[in-house]
């Protein structure tokens, strides 16, 4: 069955190219040109990957962002912007989008974000656990046959790409990984491609399961940092 895509665009020439050429990749898609029908869809219909546009009429794409997110929703979405101000790319992934790029951009480079995020999103991550279905972290646990996270036996809400992140640095306890490392690995980007994503994406995804899991996210106990090298999860206190 073909993968659907929602695009939210208000540049019909955008959506249109954009539409199209999703189809020959050989998605199904539904192009709305408002935040607010774009909301409505996105809360109503399943959908693999949403591809949002920041600056829409009647509901801007931050709003319909923090909304699916609100409502548990955790397919995947990739903001597009043709904003160059750091803050907005970096407010976007807060609220929990999963990666974002800048217009103008290529069909390539598109397509290839898509096609890493969808893949990591429908389970094809490699990151099941193999062992065993507990792995215990300091205060956190995780349940890997229920996808469940407790800390201090209080359930998590995780976002899947939250998840599959902590999985993958709990499976490897106290190994340094590069940002690049990262986004190969949990995002499923290839860095052999010039279109592997941006490592600063890594940083807020940390930040916001740090924000989650750690009981002092301004100083982590569990996640930490090396500086120049990468991240890595500690297992002890």
Do not use: H
Not at 52 to 74: A, T, Y
Not at 129 to 158: A, F, H, R, T
Request: negative net charge; charged residues 35%; hydrophobic residues 35%.
């Amino acid at each position: 069955m073909a993968k659907k895509l929602l695009i939210v665009e208000d540049d019909k020439n955008i959506s249109y190219i954009i539409a199209e050429n999703a189809k020959i990749e050989g998605y199904e898609c539904d192009a709305v040109y408002d935040g607010e029908e774009g909301l409505k869809k996105a809360l109503t219909n399943v959908y693999d990957l949403i591809l949002l546009d920041l600056m829409l009429p009647k509901i801007e794409g931050f709003d319909i962002c923090r909304q699916i997110r609100k409502e548990k929703i955790s397919t995947p979405v990739i903001i597009l912007t043709a904003r160059g101000e750091e803050v907005d790319k970096i407010l976007g992934l807060e609220l929990g989008a999963d990666d974002y790029i800048t217009k103008p951009f290529s069909r390539r480079e598109l397509f290839a974000r898509v096609k890493a995020n969808i893949r990591r999103s429908s389970g094809d991550s490699g990151l099941s656990d193999q062992n065993g279905n507990i792995i215990k972290i300091q205060s956190v646990v995780i349940d890997c046959e229920k996808y469940k996270i407790e800390k201090n036996n209080i359930s998590v809400e995780l976002s899947k790409l939250e998840y599959d992140l902590l999985l993958f640095l709990a499976k490897n306890p106290n190994k340094i990984f590069p940002r690049e490392e990262l986004l190969k690995n949990v995002w499923k980007y290839d860095i052999g491609d010039d279109f592997y994503g941006d490592p600063r994406t890594v940083d807020v995804t940390i930040n916001r399961l740090r924000n989650k899991i750690e009981d002092d996210s301004a100083n982590p106990k569990i996640i930490q940092n090396k500086r120049g090298m990468g991240y890595y999860l500690t297992d002890s206190d």
